[in-house]
T-cell receptor, first 113, second 109 residues
Framework: IAGITQAPTSQILAAGRRMTLRCTQDMRHNAMYWYRQDLGLGLRLIHYSNTAGTTGKGEVPDGYSVSRANTDDFPLTLASAVPSQTSVYFC????????????FGPGTRLTVL | GQNIDQPTEMTATEGAIVQINCTYQTSGFNGLFWYQQHAGEAPTFLSYNVLDGLEEKGRFSSFLSRSKGYSYLLLKELQMKDSASYLCAVMDSNYQLIWGAGTKLIIKP
């Protein structure tokens, strides 16, 4: 593994189903983030984690949950998917939550029908 | 509220120079980032400005004026591979990035 990986690459999901998007980084970064990117809008922060064991809410957290059991992994769960959650989801990491550069994974394209 | 404004789309010619502007209004300021994003790919870091002035990095330069809430990204000697979206993002007082919607740059031969 080099950098940040995300899985799956893409997914079509029926409304009401539960889905977990996976994110793993091998840079030993302390901070990790989940964003969604929608056409015509800037990236919007869903949840973040400053360090293993802690998480925080971003701009658009409703309908999503995260956990940070260790440094490397930061899964994002949609408990009951709705069509408005159709988006491209990016995971990112940085050495800290100060002004350090954020590095992005390749993204997961999620379609909820 | 917090707001980042940048043009939706720009067109330029291969070999030319283009300037992409970004204006911002945010709760606090801890620096401004520019990212490049090719279609279907992840954003990649280009530059970071926290002090006023120009930062030059090869063909790309980024300028910041904190008093005006303004930045620009200058791309010189444009190449076809520079066709991408360019994202402006400001780190606010909570150290969260506020993102603009991006400027799609189209390079014509």
């Amino acid at each position: 593994i080099a950098g940040i990986t995300q899985a799956p690459t893409s997914q079509i999901l029926a409304a009401g189903r539960r889905m977990t998007l996976r994110c793993t980084q091998d840079m030993r970064h302390n901070a990790m983030y989940w964003y969604r990117q929608d056409l015509g809008l800037g990236l919007r922060l869903i949840h973040y984690s400053n360090t293993a064991g802690t998480t925080g809410k971003g701009e658009v957290p409703d309908g999503y949950s995260v956990s940070r059991a260790n440094t490397d992994d930061f899964p994002l769960t949609l408990a009951s998917a709705v069509p408005s959650q159709t988006s491209v989801y990016f995971c990112a990491s940085s050495d800290s939550t100060s002004t350090d550069t954020q590095y992005f994974g390749p993204g997961t394209r999620l379609t909820v029908l | 509220g917090q707001n980042i404004d940048q043009p939706t789309e720009m067109t330029a010619t291969e070999g030319a120079i283009v300037q992409i502007n970004c204006t911002y209004q945010t709760s606090g300021f801890n620096g401004l980032f520019w990212y490049q994003q090719h279609a279907g790919e992840a954003p990649t870091f280009l530059s970071y400005n926290v002090l006023d002035g120009l930062e030059e990095k090869g063909r790309f330069s980024s300028f910041l004026s904190r008093s005006k809430g303004y930045s620009y990204l200058l791309l010189k000697e444009l190449q076809m591979k520079d066709s991408a979206s360019y994202l402006c993002a400001v780190m606010d007082s909570n150290y969260q990035l506020i993102w603009g919607a991006g400027t799609k740059l189209i390079i014509k031969p």
